[in-house]
């Protein structure tokens, strides 16, 4: 039988909460424009101080940049413009002394154009690298050997004129797949893994887990009748051969091998993973032998923000998790638009309530906890090579530059230097420095959700258990988190109305915090009155 959590001690990144930290945007301790480890390192005790338990690094691995790190040129080393090993050494000790944790971004499906192992297969269709990748001829009537697209847009194979063939990349040319179905590739990986864990990371965030292996016979996607131009390129086709593919679990079970060698639960894996529910849970591995926690991104999918389609993806989630797997909840990321700008800010707070008080590990992206926005780039300004491939679904907006204070340059970098990407221009008001100062401010609002959570079992570990009753508003959202006797209230208001609700929890009831910070004290549960956009935190009993 599968013992439940109460049963035993919960594990680190069960009860924390982890911070998505995109380096080249978050601290520039050596005025180039561009962030990197030592600023990190510098902005360590913010960290500490805003509560949250592991710090997770987009990837710092030497790049060409061409995806802005997830084209990995080597494995094992940093790329300079973050620093050098050294620096990371230090990082790494820096963030343990402070009892954080630090997690890496592992990209196996595919490496850059540029790295020792592709530069070497694509020299001759007889180099022994030649098999690490998918090459393969052109089709007898000449063009890719399949319809398969990139994620990026356009198609997913690049002709290689000097040895007559094409190699495939799901995403840009110079990401060319990796063949997971060569053993060496799989162990050059897992060698790569090993040695960040030799150094005492704490696991890592896996770029594309359910990518990995492809349709030994690389047979045709078929399109998606629904796609209408305007749409994401990458939902052009339904990825019936390109992803999710049975062998992938062998792979994931592999790779938990691996990592419970550095004890049982200690290093963690997280999957990042946009599949449909019932797949998802498929990488938590039958007896829980897959990832630990596959990345849960239903909040940043959802695409009507409304108490009744979060209840309803809530009541989907808790329903087809396996016995003993550990959920987890992510509000934003790199990839996506900010939730500030998905759904404004007096919701984004809510939004976090509800991120910090959900049953599982909550994944936080760096400076949504000050309420930043997506910052409009203009097209000369523009980086990012999906915003290339298909020009409006640029993910420059989401990665600006970190708003320390209201200096210039926000204090990431001097005000002499121009920023790798442009500032929000209300970073006079948006930033750390005014905010954590400020009893009413987002920022407030989030180290005292995470200060709470630390606090409480109920709140880290506790079930969850829905509350629905006739006396609720289908605007709002209740919820109980429950471990022995201690329990807690959630009560939500998504609407921009005030909101009474008639709930019907026997005994004293006490609100720990607003999502507008002004009201603390006892609640009258039976008529409970949320303002607009409001969220409460209520202890009961
Ligand atoms: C997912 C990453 O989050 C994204 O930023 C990247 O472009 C692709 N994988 C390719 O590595």
């Not at 001690?9 to 180039?32: C, E, K, T």
């Not at 062998?250 to 091998?257: D, K, T, Y």
């Not at 108490?307 to 016995?323: C, F, G, H, T």
Request: hydrophobic share 40%; glycine share 8%; proline share 8%.
């Amino acid at each position: 039988m599968v013992s439940t959590l109460e049963d035993r001690p919960p594990l680190w990144w069960q009860r924390g909460a982890v911070y998505q930290i995109y380096p080249r945007s978050f601290m520039d301790s050596n005025a180039d424009g561009v962030g990197d480890l030592k600023g990190i390192a510098a902005k360590l005790d913010y960290l500490a101080w805003l509560g949250v338990d592991a710090i997770w690094l987009s990837p710092i691995f030497p790049s060409p940049m061409a995806d802005f790190g997830y084209d990995v040129s080597n494995y094992t080393g940093i790329e300079p413009v973050f620093g050098t090993l050294a620096d990371f050494d230090d990082l790494l000790e820096e963030t343990h002394r402070r009892g954080l944790k630090l997690l890496l971004d592992l990209v196996p499906n595919h490496t850059s154009d540029e790295h020792e192992w592709f530069r070497q297969s694509r020299l001759s269709r007889d180099n022994p690298r030649r098999d690490w990748y998918i090459w393969r001829d052109p089709t007898p009537g000449g063009g890719p050997p399949n319809n398969w697209e990139s994620n990026f847009g356009g198609p997913a194979w690049e002709w290689d004129a000097p040895t007559g063939q094409y190699y495939l990349h799901l995403f840009h040319t110079k990401q060319p797949d990796l063949n997971w179905r060569n053993p060496q590739v799989r162990q050059a990986i897992y060698g790569a893994m090993r040695f960040w864990l030799d150094r005492g990371v704490d696991g890592f965030r896996i770029d594309v887990l359910n990518m990995l292996i492809k349709d030994e016979q690389l047979r045709d996607n078929p399109f998606n009748a629904d796609w209408q131009p305007g749409d994401p390129p990458w939902m052009r086709q339904h990825k019936l051969y390109s992803d999710d593919q049975p062998e992938m679990q062998e792979i994931v079970q592999e790779m938990r091998q691996l990592v419970e060698q550095y004890g049982a639960g200690q290093r963690v894996l997280i999957g990042e993973i946009y599949l449909p529910l019932p797949r998802l849970m498929r990488y938590y591995g039958q007896e829980l032998n897959g990832v630990h926690l596959p990345f849960n991104f239903q909040l940043i999918e959802l695409e009507h923000w409304s108490a009744r389609s979060l209840r309803e993806i809530i009541k989907a989630y808790e329903a087809v998790l396996p016995p003993g797997a550990w959920p987890n909840w992510v509000l934003g990321n790199h990839d996506k638009s900010r939730i500030v700008s998905r759904i404004g800010s007096a919701q984004a707070r809510v939004a976090q309530m509800l991120l910090l008080t959900l049953r599982g590990t909550p994944t936080l992206y760096y400076g949504d906890e000050l309420g930043m926005h997506d910052v409009p780039i203009p097209p000369e300004l523009a980086h990012d090579p999906q915003e290339m491939g298909s020009p409006g679904f640029g993910r420059d907006p989401e990665r600006t530059p970190m708003q320390w204070d209201a200096s210039p340059n926000a204090g990431f970098c001097p005000p002499a230097v121009t920023p790798w990407l442009p500032l929000a221009e209300d970073h006079e008001e948006i930033n750390i420095a005014r905010e954590e100062s400020d009893p009413f401010s987002m920022l407030t609002l989030v180290r005292s959700l995470l200060e709470l959570r630390r606090s409480s079992l109920a709140l880290e570990i506790g079930r969850y258990q829905a509350v629905e009753n006739d006396g609720l508003s289908q605007d709002c959202l209740v919820y109980l988190r429950v471990a022995g006797v201690e329990r807690y209230l959630v009560a939500l208001n998504f609407s921009a109305e005030e909101q009474i609700l008639a709930l019907s929890e026997p005994g004293p009831a006490q609100v720990i915090i607003s999502t507008l910070l002004d009201r603390t004290g006892t609640a009258e549960l039976s008529a409970l009155k949320l303002r607009p956009a409001e969220g409460c935190l209520i202890k009961l009993s």
